[in-house]
């Protein structure tokens, strides 16, 4: 049984994760491709648990590293029930986030240090990574422009432009440090050519 493949889409809130993962699906779809669709945090019952605490406004003031924390005991729980069972399978497996956004938020937005990130990717990951990580690109206006209308903002949604400038700055600075896995994609252009872009990309997969 050949191992399936792990996708990763990754980017600032309204970069067009959502919209492009329907793209991506129906894509695998007709090249008959069984494709399990997750997300982070959450993608497990206990990660979706997980994911209420670190979202709910309720937590405004939590620690740094609670959140980090919590993240990665999600992702732990997430990798070991849900996405290693499903490749071994030779499912596929695509995952709304995953550790890139650690880096991205918790190193990039709260300052939180890669070192400490890094340790904690070590231990939990230990060499798992994904096969490749679609990183949407938007300049953090664009993004906020285009969720404007939504009404419940989650606790992370209600940081400044300043904490999503430094997170966008964190991804890029990921994928100068990972080209290989991580396909930056121009995602402040239409949807069909954003679309168009992570098809080529698919192609060669
Ligand atoms: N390339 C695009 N051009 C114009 N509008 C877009 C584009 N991509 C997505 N949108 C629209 O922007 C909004 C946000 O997109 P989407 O929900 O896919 O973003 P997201 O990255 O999943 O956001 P979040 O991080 O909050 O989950 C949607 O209304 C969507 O239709
Ligand atoms: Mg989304």
Known sequence: MQR??????DGVEGAGKSTQIDFICSYLAK???NVILTREPGG?????????????????LMDNDTELLLMFAARNEHIKTKIIPALKRGDWV???RFTDASYAYQGGGRGLSIERITFLERWVLQDFSPD?????DVPVALGMLRIK???RKDRIEL?????FNRVRDGYIKRSKQFPERIKLID?????????QQIKVILQVL
């Open 31 to 33: 090249k008959n491709i």
């Open 132 to 136: 490749v990580t679609l990183l949407l």
């Open 44 to 60: 497990t019952k206990l990660g979706e648990k997980i994911r209420e605490l670190l979202l709910s406004i309720d937590t405004k």
């Open 159 to 163: 940081e400044t432009n300043d904490f």
């Open 149 to 151: 209308s939504r009404i």
């Open 4 to 9: 399936g493949k792990f996708i990763t889409i």
């Open 187 to 195: 995602a402040s252009q239409t949807l069909k050519e954003t679309s």
């Open 94 to 96: 695509l995952s709304d």
